[in-house]
């Protein structure tokens, strides 16, 4: 559990009881619009500005802990046609945490946007808001897999619950890869536990609780090892290890081993020059 974080969750709860909807803050959207004509150009800033109203005022989970996600969204869109009366736009599509320790990348990511549409929340899968509810799912259930271990299992339920509608919907472009995506993840158990135990040690550190926060760092590798075993190139581990390079390094300084130092230089080779010369002691 990210243990700083639900103290004062409790603590502040009135307050996130009134905003409920809080889930995730600072979203920043940017539609590059270089490609397209003038009349789609007015209408996708149009769009940038409604995304993050629609992400930012919801409430997508019972929000326990107080989760407050920042987020980033790129859109590249490359091509835009007319089917019948919809609009459809052939864009590239990156979502991540304001970190980057989680993204989503498509490179082909089709949706359907017509002049004044407004974003809805709906049961119904829209091929645009029903692939920005996937990945807030997606993003909400990376971020309670760090607060207790597989923490997001009921949240990647829902963003199934999603993917598989999203194959049986008129547009079913994408959702095959997305679905692929999750399942991937969900299989990924040493990878989550990884990320979970990361923070754990954080949360002892600052609770000063020395010798818990070390046996973490102990666990964190373990799950590290036992993931590299089966696929050293896993992206999503690789992906959070270069976020996150420098803090494990002075975590394992000040608080771990020279033994697991050097274990996570060989777990972690991309990196070792970080390692070097942030986890050595002086």
């Given at each position: 559990m990210k243990q700083?974080?639900?103290?004062?969750?409790?603590?502040?709860?009135?307050?996130?009881?009134?905003?409920?909807?809080?889930?995730?803050?600072?979203?920043?959207v940017e539609i590059s619009v270089d490609r397209m004509p003038e009349k789609e150009r007015m209408d996708l800033k149009t769009l940038e500005q409604m995304i993050p109203y629609y992400l930012e005022?919801?409430?997508?989970?019972?929000?326990?802990?107080?989760?407050?996600?920042?987020?980033?969204?790129?859109?590249?869109?490359e091509a835009v046609s007319t089917s019948g009366f919809e609009r459809v736009f052939s864009?590239?599509?990156?979502?991540?945490?304001?970190?980057?320790?989680?993204?989503?990348?498509?490179?082909?990511?089709?949706?359907?946007?017509?002049?004044?549409?407004?974003?809805?929340?709906?049961?119904?899968?829209?091929?645009?808001?029903?692939?920005?509810?996937?990945?807030?799912?997606?993003?909400?259930?990376?971020?309670l897999d760090t607060y207790?271990?597989?923490?997001?299992?009921?949240?990647?339920?829902?963003?199934?619950?999603?993917?598989?509608?999203?194959?049986?919907?008129?547009?079913?472009?994408?959702?095959?890869?997305?679905?692929?995506?999750?399942?991937?993840?969900?299989?990924?158990?040493?990878?989550?536990?990884?990320?979970?135990?990361?923070?754990?040690?954080?949360?002892?550190?600052d609770q000063e609780k020395l010798k818990e926060a070390r046996s973490a760092i102990d666990k964190m590798l373990e799950h590290l090892e036992r993931m590299f075993q089966i696929n050293a190139r896993e992206r999503y581990a690789h992906v959070f290890l270069d976020v996150h390079a420098r803090d494990i390094a002075e975590i394992i300084r000040d608080f771990g081993t020279p033994k697991q130092l050097n274990k996570i230089i060989a777990l972690d080779p991309d990196n070792e020059a970080i390692y070097k010369e942030l986890g050595m002691r002086e």
């Open positions: 700083g974080k639900a103290i004062l969750a409790l603590g502040l709860l009135p307050l996130f009881i009134a905003t409920a909807a809080a889930q995730f803050s600072d979203v920043t005022n919801y409430e997508w989970f019972e929000n326990n802990y107080g989760i407050e996600i920042p987020i980033k969204i790129s859109m590249f869109p864009s590239q599509f990156l979502i991540s945490t304001a970190s980057g320790d989680q993204r989503f990348f498509e490179k082909n990511f089709k949706f359907v946007y017509n002049t004044n549409d407004p974003l809805m929340h709906t049961d119904l899968i829209h091929s645009l808001t029903g692939a920005l509810d996937f990945y807030a799912y997606m993003l909400i259930a990376g971020e207790e271990p597989l923490g997001g299992n009921n949240i990647y339920d829902k963003a199934r619950d999603i993917a598989t509608r999203g194959q049986m919907s008129e547009r079913a472009s994408g959702w095959k890869s997305r679905m692929k995506e999750l399942d991937e993840i969900q299989r990924l158990r040493d990878y989550r536990l990884f990320k979970y135990y990361y923070w754990l040690a954080i949360d002892n550190i």
